[in-house]
């Protein structure tokens, strides 16, 4: 769970120590980007140096220069645009004629330029594995797409549920959009600070 400055520091008051080694990323970016919190004031809550914290922003490109600082002040200082921007976005792409070409976009995204095309190249997989396995997820992800544009959430929910006990014993998921925000700052013109 993610907190806010706020309820951190109020936690702090209660007793809890808060350990500096355990903060993760995104609770860090959610204090210095979102809530605009300054190193002095982490530094605080946390016990340590302002030092501290400044290192282990840059270890992890968390800066105002980086274009997901950019873009939160952006999107926050345009918030009206950046709405009407994400609703144009989401009704020219909900749309069933569209199924096709999201279904295999994703496709890529999630699987084609994984793993499994490292195996393709090295000869692991022949052409023909790859054409039913892509074909295999367009479908999967187009069936996905067409219950959810056809507002059939009690379907993917049984789905889910039904499914929910599997991979259990696999690794806690970690949370990728790395390629989607590279596409993003790059289609948006924001550039990623290279040496912080």
């Known amino acids: ?18 350990n500096w080694e355990e903060i993760s990323k995104e609770q860090l970016e959610k204090l210095f980007i979102e809530g605009h919190v300054p190193n002095g004031l982490i530094a605080d809550l946390y016990g340590v140096s302002k030092d501290q914290v400044r290192s282990k922003r840059r270890k992890w490109n968390i800066s105002q220069k980086s274009a997901k600082y950019i873009y939160a002040r952006y999107t926050e200082e345009n918030s009206s645009l950046f709405a009407m921007l994400n609703d144009s976005s989401r009704e020219r792409l909900w ?3 569209n199924i096709d070409f999201i279904a295999k976009a994703l496709t890529h995204y999630v699987f084609r330029n994984g793993p499994v095309e490292n195996m393709h190249s090295m ?3 022949e052409e ?4 039913t396995l892509n074909k295999y997820m367009v479908n999967k992800i187009a069936g996905l797409l067409k219950l959810a544009m056809d507002g ?12 929910r006990y599997f991979g259990t014993d696999w690794d ?13 700052n790059n289609r948006m013109g924001f550039e990623e600070e290279e040496n912080l």
Do not use: H, P, R
């Open 128 to 131: 023909s594995d790859m054409k």
């Open 172 to 184: 806690s998921i970690e949370i990728d959009t790395k390629e989607i925000d590279m596409i993003f």
């Open 152 to 163: 059939e959430w009690l379907k993917i929910e049984l789905l889910c549920n039904a499914l």
């Open 95 to 97: 749309q069933e004629e």
């Open 1 to 18: 769970m993610l907190y806010s400055y706020q309820e951190l520091e109020e936690m702090k008051k209660n007793g809890i120590v808060l």
């Open 123 to 125: 000869g692991k997989l």
